[in-house]
């Protein structure tokens, strides 16, 4: 096969009933460019072997790794595998639109030396249709994506480049493995963020594309079952295994944050912040306000998904005590904001789902 555009990275483990779903939307895209990278992690031997069976096509590559890898190591050996000038990686649990890649493609050969992202899409339905035009972009710059991340603005988490939701050159990719601290593009102790803070490092810019290109269909998505950010908000005994084995003590994970939790996922984020990006001439400093009004909602969904989260809120109310009451109102008032705005473009989408289903 010889050097297609996009590699397509699918690390998978224990999720043998969902993977071929993962695997279809790959295969039937518009835009047949591509090498798609199973990376099996299972602990059973055949579960999702069985699974990648049903399919004959030549465009897709299937590894099983020893069963044992960490996930940041799976998603690491699938990135080895890759052969194609842009990577991209698809969850086990999402889907590709049926014209992702036909509309990625010309917005990626438009901007070589850019990280291409998309947005995080909860589907309102089992089938996203996919963008029909060209492509709607919109220009970053690299800084402010990171400012962004800084206030944990909405745009914040449509922008950022998570491997989940971006395209990179695999130039790119190469370079951050010979310079990172850790040696690995997809390192702990979030394999996403850890590489979008390295990527951001590097690029001249990034290239927002607001259509849905990749997406969580409503029956995968709906009860949380494959949600590894819910299983650590609920602290459930897999997300516990995996603070374990990471090579971070929880202290040093936690060292200068106001309210210490590695239950809030905002605290790890934050490490693997200030671990990996590193550009010249740029200092983010991180607003404490949004700081704690994201700790607040981090808490709020994690009891609306039945987890006990009465240390966290102390956590919080302590952190605000020593802060004084003017920072409280600031905090609360935003609290209060962000959380309205979210019902609303909810409402929005739900809406504009539901029309969507209606026409197919």
Not at 85 to 109: F, G, N, Y
Not at 134 to 160: G, L, M, S
Not at 223 to 252: D, H, I, M, W
Request: some cysteine.
């Amino acid at each position: 096969m010889s050097e297609p555009f996009f590699s397509i990275l699918l690390p998978t483990k224990n999720r043998a009933e969902i993977v071929a779903g993962a695997i279809e939307s790959v295969l039937t895209q518009t835009c047949g460019d591509f090498e798609l990278i199973v990376s099996d992690n299972d602990d059973s031997p055949t579960d999702t072997r069985d699974s990648v069976a049903r399919f004959s096509d030549p465009r897709l590559r299937y590894f099983r790794t020893s069963g044992n890898l960490a996930m940041h190591e799976n998603w690491e050996f699938a990135r080895r595998q890759a052969k194609g000038k842009w990577v991209l990686i698809v969850e086990d649990k999402q889907r590709l639109s049926r014209t992702a890649l036909a509309t990625l493609k010309p917005v990626c050969e438009a901007h070589p030396d850019a990280i291409v992202t998309y947005p995080p899409v909860l589907a309102f339905a089992d089938l996203l249709p996919g963008p029909t035009e060209t492509a709607r972009t919109q220009i970053f710059t690299c800084e402010e994506t990171v400012e962004h991340f800084c206030r944990f603005t909405a745009r914040f988490w449509e922008i950022f480049p998570r491997g989940l939701t971006s395209a990179t050159p695999r130039t790119m990719l190469d370079d951050i493995e010979r310079t990172s601290p850790t040696g690995l593009v997809f390192s702990w102790v979030n394999p996403d963020y850890s590489y979008g803070f390295q990527a951001l490092s590097r690029a001249r810019e990034l290239v927002y594309v607001a259509d849905d290109i990749i997406y969580v269909p409503l029956s995968v998505g709906r009860a949380g079952k494959y949600s590894n950010g819910l299983a650590a908000t609920r602290k459930e005994g897999p997300a516990k295994r995996f603070f374990a084995s990471l090579p971070v003590g929880e202290q040093e994970m936690l060292k200068g944050l106001p309210v210490r939790s590695v239950w809030l996922w905002v605290n790890p984020v934050l490490f693997d912040f200030y671990k990996f990006y590193h550009r010249p001439g740029h200092a983010p400093q991180v607003d404490w306000v949004s700081y704690h009004a994201q700790c607040i909602h981090i808490i709020l969904v994690g009891r609306e998904w039945g987890a006990d989260m009465s240390a966290e809120t102390q956590a919080v109310r302590d952190s605000l005590r020593k802060l004084g009451l003017w920072f409280t109102i600031r905090v609360l008032l935003l609290t209060g904001f962000r959380s309205a705005r979210g019902l609303f473009l909810r409402l929005v989408n739900l809406i504009r789902h539901r029309r969507e289903s209606k026409r197919q």
